[in-house]
């Protein structure tokens, strides 16, 4: 990613973010970022909240209470996002988005008896082409 100079640019909660590291850390300025060294997790330790804070604090040169709230912020914005009805894309990485479903008469697996089930939206996670791309390259 290059950064250009610009007198007004209108960017998403995410856009915000990601300018802030990257002036927060001028010397990855000109890398995207699936180029930025990551730690690899195998086995059964899934990476968690405070991994990516304590990776996010290495990084960039943040202090933890800054790492923290970016993490914090991230995650709201996307919340909120999913919330409005929006749909949440990191162009190359995933997309979030929300499937409605109907009211239904449901049965009771136990009793027998008819329930009416309520409608609901629930999120779902799409992969981006880039990052199923790295992925099955990386397993062969």
């Known amino acids: 990613m290059k950064f250009l100079n610009v007198e007004k640019v209108e960017v998403s909660a995410y856009g915000r973010l990601l300018l802030f590291l990257f002036l927060k850390n001028q010397t990855q300025a000109d890398t995207d970022i699936f180029s930025v060294p990551i730690k690899i997790y195998t086995g059964e330790t899934p990476l968690n909240k405070p991994e990516l804070i304590q990776?996010?604090?290495?990084?960039?040169?943040?202090?933890?209470?800054?790492?923290?709230?970016?993490?914090?912020?991230?995650?709201?914005?996307?919340?909120?996002?999913?919330?409005a009805g929006d749909r949440v894309e990191i162009r190359g990485f995933?997309?979030?988005?929300?499937?409605?479903?109907?009211?239904?008469?449901?049965?009771n697996?136990?009793?027998?008896?008819?329930?009416?089930v309520p409608p609901k939206r629930l999120p779902f996670f799409?992969?981006?082409?880039?990052?199923?791309?790295?992925?099955?390259?990386s397993a062969n």
Do not use: H, W
């Open 94 to 107: 995933c997309s979030f988005f929300l499937k409605e479903y109907k009211g239904y008469t449901g049965r």
């Open 126 to 137: 799409k992969c981006g082409k880039e990052l199923k791309e790295r992925v099955d390259y």
């Open 55 to 83: 990776t996010l604090k290495e990084r960039c040169y943040l202090t933890n209470e800054e790492a923290k709230e970016i993490v914090k912020i991230f995650f709201y914005e996307m919340t909120n996002a999913m919330i």
């Open 109 to 116: 697996p136990k009793t027998g008896k008819k329930a009416q």
